[in-house]
């Protein structure tokens, strides 16, 4: 099963961009959907954007056109590249990903915080 180690939260202004990075180690070859998630407080934990193995991508309505999920062909990294961030972005953040065989595992969580 692999492991998920994220990097890239703190703290931005409002308006501002951050780029969230997921490095998967293990076989990364078998991924058939990687995502990122996030919870704010007192919330329940919503879909920010999911990439497929198809190279097909999704996003949370209020996210499109702000938001991007990627990865480079053969890197063992996805991304989530955040612009224009509100207040209400505040959150943790957390990448997900699930192998051809059904397993699925979780990255740590990282504090997103938009204040001025």
């Known amino acids: 099963q692999v492991q998920l180690v994220e990097s890239g939260g703190g703290l931005v202004q409002p308006g501002g961009s951050l780029k969230l990075s997921c490095e998967v180690y293990g076989n990364s070859f078998r991924l058939v959907r990687m995502a990122w998630y996030r919870q704010a407080p007192g919330k329940e934990r919503g879909m920010v954007a999911t990439?497929?193995?198809?190279?097909?991508?999704e996003y949370a309505d209020t996210l499109k056109g702000r938001f991007a999920i990627y990865r480079h062909n053969l890197e063992n990294t996805f991304y989530l590249q955040m612009t224009d961030l509100l207040p209400e972005g505040k959150a943790v953040y957390s990448c997900?990903?699930?192998?051809?065989?059904?397993?699925?595992?979780w990255g740590q969580g990282n504090q997103v915080t938009i204040s001025s």
């Open positions: 997900f990903v699930q192998e051809t065989k059904g397993d699925e595992a």
């Open positions: 990439l497929l193995s198809n190279t097909n991508t």
